[in-house]
Every structure is written in structure tokens, then in C-alpha cells.
């Protein structure tokens, strides 16, 4: 697997692509709060790319958002669709073999179309709810129900309902991708 690169943007945490890195896939993380890199400003790896993850930020597009989507305005949005356009763009250029945009339901789906994939992380075995969607070309992970828990452990105390607030100081911990999902994505697209 040292011969495949999986390029995973917008991923401050490392938690979407843990699994390609611990098969030995050669894993390149792009994020500018983790790195200072602008995946705007990622040019063409200059070798083949296998897998594409993407994780763009999902403030100006998630529903928790929307009440400060009219005082963001037109220039937050273009800004996120910069994001998701850095991602397609790289998707477009390097053809891999399959790739995988992340964000939760809110207006994303109105530039993007209908996800491809919704899930919650209960579906793959971490016990709470985000709903979350993917687009892309992949093979859809293979699902292990369990119960989510009213108050998830993974939040701290004041925060633990069924969505995040966004001027939270929490946000980037509640947006890392679930191990289960994160292992049973693997798991499908290897």
C-alpha cells in the first residue's frame, strides 16, 4: 500500500484518514489550521493519487449556522464554496480511484446535489448522532447499529446535545470524523 497517496483535506484532526495511515498508505494532510496550508492553493501532487477525503468546513452550510448565514453574506459563502471548489477541483485533476466529500445537512446539498451517503455515527458503531453527508464516487461502508446515547460522552458537560453550537469553542471537536465510520470507510474503500 506504500505506493498509494491519499490526499485528505481539510483535516485538522487526522481522525477520516487514521486508518489509511495505519494500513501503511502514504497519507498527505492538508489544513490550514492544522498545517497553515490553503487547500485553495494545493497544486497537482505530481503522482497518482488513489483516494481523496474531504472534510471543508461546514459553518457557512450547516444548519446550526443559518442564523448567522444572513450576517456572514454573500462573501462567507463564496468563501466555503471556494473550499468545496479546491476539493472538486483536485477530485477533477487527479481522477482518483475514489473520493469522499463530508459535510453535515444544510445548504451544501443546493450546490452539490443530492449526497450520495447519510449517516449518523451510531450507524457505524460510535453511540451518538451527527447527521452527516457524503458526496462522491465510492463504495458505501457496510453498517453496525448501535443505540446513540442522549448525552455523548465525546462532548464535555454543557454541550453534550444532538448538535453543536457554532460559535462553540467545542466545533473542531465535534467535527472529527467517528473511528467506526472512519474504519468502516476503509474498510469498503481500500
Request: glycine share 8%; net charge positive; hydrophobic share 35%.
Amino acid at each position: 500500500m506504500r505506493d498509494r497517496l491519499i490526499l485528505s483535506l481539510y483535516d485538522l484532526t487526522g481522525a477520516w484518514s487514521e486508518p489509511y495511515e495505519a494500513a501503511g498508505y502514504r497519507v498527505r494532510r492538508v489544513d490550514v489550521q492544522r498545517d497553515g496550508a490553503d487547500v485553495r492553493l494545493l497544486e497537482h501532487p505530481g503522482e497518482p493519487v488513489w483516494g481523496i477525503l474531504a472534510a471543508p468546513p461546514c459553518r457557512v452550510f450547516c444548519r446550526p449556522g443559518a442564523r448567522l448565514w444572513k450576517e456572514w453574506g454573500p462573501d462567507g459563502l463564496r468563501d466555503g464554496l471556494s473550499m468545496v471548489d479546491a476539493a472538486l477541483r483536485l477530485v477533477a485533476i487527479c481522477s482518483p480511484e475514489w473520493w469522499a466529500l463530508e459535510n453535515p445537512p444544510g445548504r451544501l446539498h443546493r450546490y452539490l446535489g443530492k449526497p450520495t451517503y447519510a449517516f449518523h455515527p451510531y450507524h457505524h458503531g460510535d453511540p451518538y448522532t451527527k447527521h452527516t453527508y457524503l458526496w462522491g464516487s465510492f463504495r458505501v461502508p457496510n453498517r453496525t447499529v448501535v443505540s446513540p446515547e442522549a448525552y455523548p460522552d465525546h462532548l464535555p458537560p454543557g454541550r453534550r446535545d444532538r448538535t453543536s453550537r457554532v460559535s462553540s469553542s467545542w466545533r473542531n471537536q465535534r467535527a472529527a470524523t467517528p473511528p467506526g465510520f472512519a474504519q468502516a470507510f476503509f474498510d469498503a474503500n481500500p
